[in-house]
């Protein structure tokens, strides 16, 4: 992309910033709850926050960052990360991690990841329809919570999305979802089964479901929203089940849950509530579901990912990693987590897929989080993630968006350089709709999030 378009990008940005809030301020005119004037507020909070530059927000989450500046940081990193493996389209599905590092070293004239300049970069398809999701979320919310209206609500924010597309380079399968999708959002339930429908387009947008679904006790209605929001453009289970992993692992880490535990846990607690909510009477896809689940594609894995790392044990255990694990040995291993017969019997295009974008992600934060010593800067242990989640062959800005997500949700942005997030595109969206679900989450309260979300019949 060049520089004359970025400006443009990032001027509309503003635009549609503005054109955002006067869209709930119509929804505040026409009786929304009390709800909506605490979104209102705090992204207004935060559009003074950036007037006044980001210093004093860095300053403070390197002391030590609290749950709202987690949810900022959540929204912003995703779109980091995204950015970044995007590079205006250069880097995303780059055939060669060496090209890559090559450009990385030319960019930066050798001094490395930290010295990259993000200003100006635009996000891809990911970071739109992420934020969909989570102004979708921010809108739809009030107490006691109804699945249709959420879902209503994600899905006319995601309908606009389409509009947003140019250079972004949407997957063919979330455009043809998207297509299907009424602009009032109503008919979310519309998108047939599809047994094609199995990419990482529902992972990629749903990691902010965690920021409001953010307690243990909140699991179920996690794995319903994130179901259906995933079922926008992705019906098929290999589909749908990494957005619910993006979803409960962004909950994890709100939760400050070990990351070596998380994906026993997926397989111990979530996957189970999964399968029980879509199978359970009422449900559309019934036979279908029960089919490609007892075949377990995702399940099986995650397993054998789990038995590679050593985390198959009862207990929570160290990991285990190759004592090298530099960038040819993660390209190898990253194409042996992409291998599925018959879907990708050759491991091409790593992170493509609903599950091996989130086991990509998921790795990389492993090892960050468990193989860095305590003496390793913040800023080290950020450059490690994009080295691992961002900077490889393959699908890499969704790779990069997701895993970025989690750790902004786990750490804040500590130790991220403002270069990396200062004037990235959609920063102010990001942070206003990261701040307005952790204040979402605090009006309606985390009882009202746990009660058992209404099932609505086939329509
Ligand atoms: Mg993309």
């Given at each position: 992309m060049d520089a004359a378009l970025a400006e443009d990008k990032l001027a509309t940005d503003g635009e549609q910033h503005l054109a955002t809030m006067d869209e709930v301020d119509a929804q505040n005119a026409v009786g929304n709850d009390s709800l909506q004037d605490t979104v209102l507020q705090s992204m207004d909070e935060v559009d003074a926050q950036n007037a006044v530059g980001n210093d004093s927000l860095q300053d403070t989450v390197l002391q030590s960052a609290t749950a709202a500046e987690r949810c900022q940081a959540s929204m912003v990193l995703g779109g980091v990360g995204d950015a970044m493996g995007y590079r205006g389209g250069n880097?995303?599905?780059?055939?060669?991690t060496s090209k890559i590092l090559r450009d990385l070293d030319e960019l930066t004239s050798g001094r490395g990841i930290a010295a990259l300049d993000c200003s100006n970069w635009m996000v891809s398809d990911d970071t739109v329809e992420h934020l969909a999701t989570a102004e979708g979320l921010a809108r739809g919310l009030?107490?006691?919570?109804?699945i249709d209206a959420i879902m209503c609500s994600v899905a006319r924010e995601t309908k606009k999305t389409a509009n947003d597309f140019t250079a972004r380079a949407p997957g063919k399968t979330e455009q043809r979802g998207i297509k299907l999708i009424d602009v009032d959002g109503?008919?979310?339930?519309?998108?047939?089964?599809?047994?094609?429908?199995?990419?990482?387009g529902a992972a990629m947008r749903t990691a902010c479901i965690g920021l409001i679904f953010?307690?243990?006790?909140h699991l179920e209605n996690l794995v319903a929203i994130a179901i259906e929001t995933s079922r926008?453009?992705?019906?098929h289970p290999t589909g749908y089940l990494g957005g619910v992993c993006a979803a409960a692992f962004t909950a994890f880490a709100m939760q400050r849950?070990?990351?070596?535990m998380w994906g026993r846990l997926f397989l111990e607690r979530v996957l189970p509530a999964c399968a029980a909510y879509v199978l359970?009477?009422?449900?559309?896809?019934i036979r279908e579901n029960q089919e490609a689940l007892s075949q377990g594609a995702f399940e099986s894995k995650w397993r054998w990912y789990l038995r590679e790392r050593g985390l198959?044990?009862?207990?929570p255990a160290a990991p285990s990693f190759p004592s090298e694990y530099g960038a040819a040995k993660r390209d190898v291993f990253y194409s042996q987590i992409s291998?599925?017969?018959?879907?990708?019997p050759s491991g091409k295009?790593?992170?493509?897929?609903g599950y091996d974008s989130v086991l990509i992600a998921y790795d990389a934060l492993l090892w960050v989080e468990t193989q860095?010593?305590?003496?390793?800067?913040d800023t080290e242990r950020w450059a490690e993630l994009c080295h691992r989640?961002?900077?490889?062959?393959?699908d890499n800005d969704s790779t990069g968006s997701i895993a970025a997500s989690w750790y902004g949700a786990l750490?804040?942005?500590?130790?991220?350089?403002?270069?990396?997030?200062?004037?990235?595109?959609?920063r102010g969206r990001c942070d206003a709709v990261g701040l307005a679900l952790d204040r979402a989450f605090r009006h309606i309260g985390s009882r009202h999030l746990a009660a058992p979300l209404q099932l609505l019949a086939d329509r």
């Open positions: 880097w995303e599905f780059c055939a060669s009030a107490a006691p919570v109804s109503r008919n979310w339930r519309s998108k047939p089964f599809d047994s094609g429908a199995v990419g990482c953010r307690d243990e006790e926008l453009t992705k019906t849950i070990p990351v070596q359970q009477e009422g449900q559309r896809h198959h044990e009862d207990g291998q599925l017969s018959p879907l990708n295009n790593p992170g493509s897929k860095l010593g305590p003496g390793c800067t989640a961002v900077l490889h062959r393959g750490h804040g942005l500590q130790g991220v350089p403002l270069r990396h997030h200062r004037g990235v595109e959609y």
